[in-house]
């Protein structure tokens, strides 16, 4: 069973930083890509990052470049959103996906709160 738990959500200022983390199980770690994506009330959920394992390739949506780092633990099976200069605008429930035999799979999200 494929599952994914993500942590580290939280309240921080403006500026502030917080590290999220995404638990997998259920599949065989490195042959997929994870992704981050966020939403917020009333809006589509929105890809924010995504990392292959295999082979390190990171994706960052333009929004975040500079101030977001993905990142991931093959031994832990645990993929990281290390989040830096965080801005109100960030704040959004965040979730991990990894799409599998064309299903989706998606975590049950932690929430994100920065305040200006």
């Known amino acids: 069973e494929v599952q994914l738990v993500e942590s580290g959500g939280g309240l921080v200022q403006a500026g502030g930083s917080l590290r999220l983390s995404c638990a997998v199980s259920?599949?065989?770690?490195?042959?997929?890509?994870i992704g981050w994506f966020h939403q917020v009330p009333g809006k589509e959920r929105e890809g924010v990052s995504c990392?292959?394992?295999?082979?390190?390739?990171?994706y960052y949506v333009d929004s975040v470049k500079g101030r977001l780092t993905i990142s991931s633990d093959n031994a832990k099976n645990t993929v990281y959103l290390q989040m830096n200069s965080l801005k109100p605008e960030d704040t959004a429930v965040y979730y991990c996906?990894?799409?599998?035999?064309?299903?989706?799979?998606w975590g049950q999200g932690t929430q994100v709160t920065v305040s200006s």
């Open positions: 996906n990894v799409v599998k035999n064309n299903n989706n799979y």
């Open positions: 259920g599949f065989t770690f490195h042959d997929y890509a």
């Open positions: 990392i292959s394992s295999r082979d390190g390739s990171r």
